[in-house]
């Protein structure tokens, strides 16, 4: 048997309420008492336990093999149970149903730089880090150049890293992780932190770790590093796996399954945090001309005042790549929200100077330590320029950006 | 227009060239680990925290760094709270109150009790909240939850082994040189730690739930401290009642510790069977009970 990871109807039930946050011991103690108190009649368990909380399957019968060596892909949209499979096979969270094989030491990346302390070195932060994502004292000691090297920090190594900037402290994070020896590795969504630069040498430093015959299983929107590193994809909806097979095929049975079910508005409010709501998002006019003016909007409900550090909606292409940010911050002050005065902001375009196609807007907002990314709010549909005289290229090889240019000619009138 | 640029196309793909994989590693020799979901009452995985001992070695490391980095007055806090206690219990129970103190000067047999206590508070707290406080880690990374209150319960040790130097120069001080009992100190020591770590094994699984734990456990050392003999000598409980007294197991090691630093009639032997007893009690019930709980961690907390 060469199997790496074997699948078998695993599944995962949550409960929403506990899902929601933890409890006071005061609600479980009054829940007793109402309970027992049965005679207090109509007033029992208004919002107690005792009733059945909503329950949702956040993965479901989902049974699949990975052979030794294999890169494979899972892709799905939020909420399809992407991260929970991960979370699973990462032993973080325990199946409700169902078991899992998986022969050697698996290494998670599930997210870059957890354990890292800003009062520590870099130097520090690396042995830390490294234990924690289950490396040896030793084997730390002996990478730990390149690590270093990787990460491009070798100047500050002796720095608290609370002095990094954002940049470094994610090279940093990855550089460990990347370091990391397992014989499978899980990576969800670390693609997405870095430069251009840094992000090709996190896909080359992939790409050696499965050529080394170990197995990788990858989570991304990127679809574009998706078909790049993986062989296989496993492509998941509501819980299920709906697809399993070659890259090429899933991405496009993902892209024509999403073309059909992405909304081009929210269609209902977004939780960020417990305090913290998305009410309204979205671009109108919804489709728009390529070339036109578009206005694009948001509105955001706290229970507490909140300050925005970052502020910014993003805009990916159907393949994941990353076409621009939109950045809403202003020089005169960070803005706020509170409760009864929500947030509301316009980013108004003269032009939208996109190629016809399907694009996804997500978000990335930050109040203080809190920050969260939004990946695929709603799609933008851009359509071909109305007034065009000419038979354009197609789309497809026309990249992304339509300029706005005027043409003049040097040699008199064309003819 | 019919564009000739149709060719671009064939540039666009962007599979990338895969080498085809060249395994390393046979299969047959790695580890097979099953994932399921577990069931009933199993003990928490023990053995593991051995093989994740340098990660616990790491957490230690970590906290005691943080710690002294960004207090002003760093190692000197570990000498300042029993000091300050101790100096503070001399006026009060020993002056005032003129409590009985087995015909030793009062301070010294303050401080030989508040040497084990504080230990006992601070690693009771520590290991209460640690959980809690790691929940990023723990919702992000798979190692033995058990680290998290074993750690807390070792950083106490490091504020002991400071706060005991002050204790060998008091002795001097009072000219009261130690007995053989003296190399039992490691015994009563683990005695302490391990009934720190038996209720912190309960309290941080119950905090991961109920958040009010954070604020119970202060309260609950506060009273717990007047159930030990340390401002005051075990003798002033009546003969009957020490039997169920010991089951505090701070008792057994206030006790102990005071007659191995300061001698004493005879070894404290009922006493120490009770509270010994006490402890394994809880201790295993602590860990059936975290294991219990902790698959659930990460999705509660």
Redesign the interface.
Known sequence: MNTAIHAEGLGKLYTLGHQQGYGALRDSLTAALRSSRSWLGGRNGANGRTRSAPTIWALKDVSFDIEHGEIVGIIGRNGSGKSTLLKILARITEPTTGRALVAGQVGSLLEVGTGFHPELTGRENIYINGAILGMRRREIAAKFDEIVAFAEVSRFIDTPVKHYSSGMQMRLAFAVAAHLDPAILLVDEVLAVGDQAFQQKCISKMSDVAREGRTVLFVSHDLTSIQVLCSRAIRLAHGQVRGNGPVAEQVNAYLAESRMIAPTDLDHPVELTDDLRLVRFGVTPNPVPSGSAATLFLELEATRRMRFDEMAPFIHDSLGRRVGVIDLRQPSGLHEAAPGRNLKLEAHFASVPLVEGEYRIGASIRSGASHQILWELITLDVTAKPDSELVPYRAEIRGLVAFDYAIRSLNGEAR | ???N??E??SA?P???T??A?????T??S?????????RGWSPAHVAEVWVYR??LY?FV??EL??RY??TALGVAWALIQPILTMIVFSVIFGRLAQLPSNGLPYPIFAYCALLPWQLFAFALNESSNSVVVHQ????????PRLLLPIAGVCVGLADFAISFVVLIGLMWFYGISPTMGIWTIPLWTALAVMTALSIGLWLSALN?????VRYAVPFLAQLWLYATPVAYAASLVPERWRPLYALNPMVGVVEGFRWALLGGAAAPGLTTLVSAGAVCVLLIGGLVYFRRTE??F????
Do not use: C, G, H, N
């Open positions: 227009m019919k564009s640029l149709d671009l196309e666009l962007i599979q990338a895969r080498s994989p060249e395994p390393v590693r299969a047959a790695l580890p097979i680990a099953v994932i399921a979901p577990s340098e990660l790491f490391w970590r760094k943080v980095k960004q990023r880690l723990l919702t992000k990374v798979y190692f991961v739930r109920y958040r009010d698959r659930t990460a999705d509660v907390i």
